[in-house]
């Protein structure tokens, strides 16, 4: 995580202010006995211990609001695998690279590879806001992109997906991926995010490939994000 306004960071110090205050402004009242109220004296008790927990928990509230008000102040921004799990409504270019190789190509006990790599490119694309950037590129030996417009041109997008092949051609899956990061670079975009949908062959890995610790078949459609 880090910080835009990190200077707004001193202005936790403020969190002791309630604190001096609730210290400060503690009275001290004199005790007074009076022989006739002395069965009242453990009611009294338990009611004090009541209220010292009420203005205990009320002190501690007040300090966690000021140090959330100097937190908001400093502008704090997750970065990294953890941003995902806080989306947030900043527009985003997502890439699409689909496989096209002549590997993709195969029946499955599914129905065809490559018609399910294209349901679920279609099914990213159709996800996507109105304010996104949608990249549409496929992936040989050499990498194409074939759309690029913004999330309210979903259909368009759709559309072009639907026009992809099957190409005879082996893939290169490092040269498409480096090409893709290239796009979504030229965008300008801060948020970025890439789909590679592939059977992750080890021959399109290359010499040195690695697979993960995954064991990619010929009948298996794998998702990278």
Known sequence: MTFLNPLFLFSLLAVVLPLIVHIFSRRRIPEVRFSTLRFLEGSQRRSMRSVKLRRLLLLILRMIAVALVALAFSRPVIKGKVASLFPGSTPVATCILIDRSYSMGIETEDGPLFKRALETAEE??????????????TMDEATRKIYEGEGKGRILAGEAIGKIDVSWKAGDLRQGVAEAGKMLAKTGYEARELYLISDFQRSSLGKKGDSGGMKPGREELLLFR
């Open 124 to 137: 990213i694309a159709g996800n996507a806001g109105d304010e996104d950037m949608i990249i549409i590129s």
